[in-house]
């Protein structure tokens, strides 16, 4: 496998918190087979993003995408984040690293919750 792809979320102390994010990963797995993926955490939960990026470089990938698991972009998406991958870039500078924007911007994940919205209105 050449291409990773690092799914990042927050992370919470409650194990359970990750369930959704697993089943993300799962699906993408399902989908995408010639694809790496790994699910990494900012913090309280792991693998870090470090790790979990040193293990797709252990793994021969060369191009490594990573999607916020977030609904916007607060502080640890616009600040740590980027220097979290920037790091990154300098510790294993034959990769390329692609980092997205937060998963809530994107028009697809924002008509799926405006649909969910609208199905919590129906009787």
Avoid: Y
Avoid at 16 to 41: G, I, K, N
Avoid at 109 to 120: G, N
Wanted: hydrophobic share 50%; net charge negative.
């Amino acid at each position: 496998m050449n291409h990773g792809l690092i799914l990042f979320a927050h992370g919470a102390r409650d194990p359970r918190w990750a369930a959704p994010f697993e089943a993300v990963a799962a699906r993408v797995r399902a989908t995408q087979p010639d694809v790496a993926v790994r699910l990494a955490f900012l913090e309280l939960m792991t693998p870090s993003l470090p790790t979990a990026a040193a293990e797709l470089v252990t793994h021969g990938c060369t191009a490594v995408t990573i999607l916020p698991l977030f609904l916007g972009a607060g502080g640890h998406v616009r600040k740590d984040l980027p220097e979290i991958v920037d790091t990154l870039r300098s510790t294993h500078p034959a990769v390329q690293w692609q980092l997205l924007p937060p998963v809530g911007e994107l028009p697809s994940v924002i008509d799926a919750l405006a649909a969910a919205a609208t199905d919590a209105l129906k009787p």
